[in-house]
């Protein structure tokens, strides 16, 4: 083989691949004991260390399992669901804008959970297994909206023109929800306005067991379709000459990107950027390639969410500051950035 046809090894390039996932992963482990540490309540290492072993307290047994480690366990579910979200929106729509919440999906999701937690209390494990299912009608009907709103039959579906319509219609939702809770008794409207802020508000094993399953489901499949992604990104004309049904497997993987980010929105409130920041940063670090790629961002997500969410309750203790005003602070910046370079 001659200089000519001779193409780079691609060992190094999968060594440095699974180093930065390996990476990524020991940085989770590192604040997921560094999270069971922070709060109000604090116990030193020696103190979760006995706890964790079953020599803890009561009060210390109540505290770490019972309060921290549900709401540890979702805050990394809920940024790997989300992040992975962004991903396949961003893979289908060739645009480095799209995201859940830019989209105006989580401003959908949200809605429906809001109108059903407004009027029927959670209080019950089975409102709270339906959550995810109503986020998911949700965010099913507020996707469905944007995509005929923008699609045009001239010039198909324009990547500018679905997020400015995307933007829009999480606006008027948005409006919709503040309407929604002027009509509140105190008790809900108090709620309302900290889910509108993006507080992690399932904090106890039931959301964990509400929403394991729809991660555990959808993000394989996500995984299992990162060649689907490969090839849209290559243009609609080439994935069609390459055999690709294309109507159908968009349809798939935005039903799946839809599913996760109203399961993710039913315990978590309104947090947006998770689905825009961590992509752009899996891409930076592992390059294109969806089979990397969707492993990296899920794992930057849950990285950027629990650390947000730590964040805001050591930050102002014995106040807390909501992870999603944390991830704001993060990402407003960031999408600025986007739309000032984005050549969409």
Not at 88 to 113: C, Y
Request: aromatic share 10%; proline share 6%.
């Amino acid at each position: 083989m001659n200089r000519y046809t001779s193409f780079p090894p691609a060992k190094p390039r999968r060594s440095r691949e699974a180093g930065i996932l390996t990476l990524l992963a020991v940085l989770i482990v590192i604040l997921f004991l560094v999270s069971m540490n922070t709060g109000f309540m604090r116990l030193s290492p020696l103190e979760v260390l006995h706890t964790l072993s079953g020599n803890g307290t009561k009060q210390q047994q109540l505290i770490l399992f019972d309060f921290r480690l549900p709401r540890i366990v979702i805050s990394l579910l809920i940024g790997a669901g989300f992040a992975v979200a962004g991903a396949i929106l961003q893979g289908l729509s060739r645009n480095a804008l799209a995201e859940p919440s830019t989209l105006g999906i989580n401003a959908g999701a949200g809605f429906a959970v809001l109108i059903f937690i407004s009027f029927v209390p959670a209080t019950t494990a089975a409102p709270i297994l339906v959550l995810p299912l109503l986020a998911l009608a949700g965010a099913s009907l507020t996707a469905t909206l944007v995509y005929f709103l923008s699609y045009r039959r001239e010039d198909g579906l324009s990547p500018t023109r679905l997020i400015l319509i995307g933007i829009a219609v999480g606006a008027g939702i948005y409006a919709f929800q503040l309407i929604l809770s002027l009509r509140l008794d105190p008790q809900n409207y108090q709620f309302v306005a900290i889910w509108l802020a993006g507080k992690i508000w399932g904090g106890d094993w039931r959301f964990v067991l509400a929403l394991l399953p729809w991660i555990l489901i959808l993000l394989p499949f996500a995984f299992y379709k990162a060649r689907v992604l490969n090839v849209l990104n290559l243009g609609d004309e080439l994935s069609k000459g390459l055999g690709l049904p294309l109507e159908r497997e968009r349809r798939w993987l935005l039903a799946a990107a839809v599913a996760l980010a109203g399961a993710c929105v039913s315990v978590s409130g309104s947090i947006g950027f998770v689905g825009l920041i961590a992509p752009h940063l899996a891409r930076r670090l592992v390059g294109p390639r969806h089979q990397i790629l969707l492993p990296a961002a899920a794992l930057l997500g849950a990285l950027l969410l629990l650390t947000a969410d730590t964040i805001g309750r050591w930050i102002l203790q014995p106040a807390e500051v909501p992870a999603g005003i944390v991830v704001a602070i993060i990402g407003a910046p960031y999408f600025l950035y986007l739309l000032a370079t984005s050549k969409a």
